[in-house]
């Protein structure tokens, strides 16, 4: 079991935006800013999307967008495209010995 | 531009052991946390150690503390993962990324290992 709570799936038309949540606890995602997603292609390596909560490295379209309320973070794309179809995984620096946690995975359909 | 180049995987037995290597250029190696990641097939990432700039601050995931041991040649700008008392569960993709848990911002290809009789 992942130490970050992911929803399994989501799944979006074109044009549309999705949300996925990841949530912890506070000696994680609630108690540092230290959140990331990552995209990941089958067959590929992740791809930074979001650090620390809500920045966007150079590169990555501003379609993408992140937060976090409480123990929950959550990654926003919006203006859904084909190609935003992957698994995201979030991750955040914990308190606890391991240091580095992340979530489980979620795979994005786009319909 | 950044690149991180994974070497040293291969099937090996339970109980064996192997070191991988990552090859980094285009940045500043001595001035960046690297860390090593993995991915079982099929499965999620799994952090695995993380090593500060200078080499002085290690960490590792609970599952390999005291199996595996992480390292760095600044001067070769090179990073490693010794490997020993592998088992059935370690097999998976190994990926070495810049950066630690702040966010990895640069990731290789990975290199896969399999422990397997």
């Known amino acids: 079991q992942s130490a970050l709570t992911q929803p399994a799936s989501v799944s979006g038309s074109p044009g549309q935006s999705i949300t996925i949540s990841c949530t912890g606890t506070s000696s994680d995602v609630g108690g540092y800013n230290y959140v990331s997603w990552y995209q990941q292609h089958p067959g590929k390596a992740p791809k930074l999307m979001i650090y620390?909560?809500?920045n966007r490295p150079s590169g990555v379209p501003d379609r993408f967008s992140g937060s976090k309320s409480g123990n929950t973070a959550s990654l926003t794309i919006s203006g859904l495209q084909a190609e935003d179809e992957a698994d995201y995984y979030c991750s955040s620096y914990t308190s606890s010995s391991t240091r580095w946690v992340f979530g489980g995975g979620t795979k994005l359909t786009v319909l | 531009q950044v690149q991180l180049v994974e070497s040293g995987g291969g099937l090996v037995k339970p109980g064996g052991s192997l070191r991988l290597s990552c090859a980094a250029s285009?940045?500043?190696?001595?001035?960046?946390?690297m860390s090593w990641i993995r991915q079982a097939p099929g499965k999620g990432l799994e952090w695995v150690s993380y090593i500060s700039s200078s080499g002085s601050t290690i960490y590792y995931a609970d599952s390999v503390k005291g199996r595996f041991t992480i390292s760095r040649d600044n001067a070769k700008n090179s990073l490693y993962l010794q490997m020993n008392s592998l088992r059935a569960e370690d097999t998976a993709v190994y990926y070495c990324?810049?950066?630690?848990?702040?966010?990895?911002?640069?990731w290789g290809q990975g290199t896969l290992v399999t422990v397997s009789s």
């Open positions: 620390e909560v809500s």
């Open positions: 990324a810049r950066g630690g848990p702040g966010g990895g911002d640069y």
């Open positions: 285009g940045f500043t190696f001595s001035d960046y946390y």
